[in-house]
Nanobody, 121 residues
Framework: QVQLVASGGGLVQAGGSLRLSCAAS????????MGWYRQAPGKQREMVAI???????NYADYVKGRFTISRENAKDTVHLQMNSLSPEDTAVYYC???????????????WGRGARVTVSS
């Protein structure tokens, strides 16, 4: 099993920045990809950004140019640097990881508990 522990959420004013981190621990072969989703009040969970072990990234259009995802493979950790935040970014941000048990395993998605981000206007 894998545990995903997120940190770095909080309250920030519009235009400010926050950095989220998520560390994976437990027994697994590899994690690929890792990433972040978010869920705003009354809305469905949506993808924010994902990153592969080789560093390939994919961003939602609404965060391109403002958010940067990165990862430290040796620490099984993923980061999300969020700049130019707006109230529309207010949501609970969930770390996710596709956990593989071996080369043969396509992986199983696991979720962290979430980090709340609140952006005030």
């Amino acid at each position: 099993q894998v545990q995903l522990v997120a940190s770095g959420g909080g309250l920030v004013q519009a235009g400010g920045s926050l950095r989220l981190s998520c560390a994976a621990s437990g027994s697994f072969f590899s994690i690929d990809p890792m990433g972040w989703y978010r869920q705003a009040p009354g809305k469905q969970r949506e993808m924010v950004a994902i990153i592969s072990r080789t560093g390939s990234t994919n961003y939602a259009d609404y965060v391109k140019g403002r958010f940067t995802i990165s990862r430290e493979n040796a620490k099984d950790t993923v980061h999300l640097q969020m700049n130019s935040l707006s109230p529309e970014d207010t949501a609970v941000y969930y770390c996710y990881a596709n956990v593989r048990r071996g080369d043969w395993d396509p992986g199983t998605m696991s979720w962290g508990r979430g980090a709340r981000v609140t952006v005030s206007s």
